[in-house]
């Protein structure tokens, strides 16, 4: 499997500290649930684990037994840690993966154009994974820019423009998304 796959459309590649882990667990199941949400807005999903590929299948079968909910996208095995080192997923010095879990937002071209990062403990906001991709999309050609909390439909920001009519607003310019 190589990133270029995804060459054409949007990607959430992340990573989880472990196969069956309570919080690991709770995601794949909310993550395997928004997948066609994530795939109407042209968006793949590509999880990695350093767990082996065995443990990665014994894992999907549990949580279809769980939950009933079939995992839809891959997981890529990663048992020395390359790829996570690679893309800083892990410290250069760790041992596991138990650090940290990592998500990237990758553009059709291939480029990172967001991350985030969240301790072992806490499970990812899919919903926020999903607003990071609109948002993304929605600014992608330079020309609007998004406030906190934009949501599809929300209105936008104007790019900052220098005043030529003394107007106070030229930093903060709102208006209607269309």
């Known amino acids: 499997m190589s990133l270029d796959q995804y060459r054409g ?19 794949f199941i909310a993550l395997a649930k928004a997948a066609p949400l994530f795939d109407e807005i042209g968006c793949a999903l590509l999880g990695l684990s350093v767990d082996s590929l065995y443990s ?18 891959p997981v890529v095995e990663d048992p020395s840690m390359a790829v996570g080192h690679a893309y800083g ?17 990758i553009d059709p071209e291939g480029v990172i154009r967001a991350t985030n990062w969240y301790p072992m403990n806490v499970g990812r906001s899919i919903e926020e994974m999903l607003r990071t991709v609109k948002a993304l999309q929605r600014t ?39």
């Open 89 to 105: 997923m892990l410290d250069e010095n760790a041992t596991d993966s138990s650090v940290v879990r990592a998500t990237y937002f």
């Open 140 to 178: 992608a050609d330079g020309g609007v820019l998004t406030p906190a909390g934009w949501q599809p439909g929300n209105d936008i920001l104007l790019p900052p423009e220098l005043p030529t009519d003394g107007s106070s607003d030229w930093f903060h310019r709102l208006r209607p998304d269309e």
């Open 56 to 73: 990665h299948v014994a894992w999907m079968r549990a949580i279809h037994e769980l939950s009933g909910v079939e995992v839809p996208f």
């Open 9 to 27: 459309r949007w990607l959430v590649f992340f990573s989880h500290p472990a196969d069956f882990t309570p919080v690991c667990t709770s995601e």
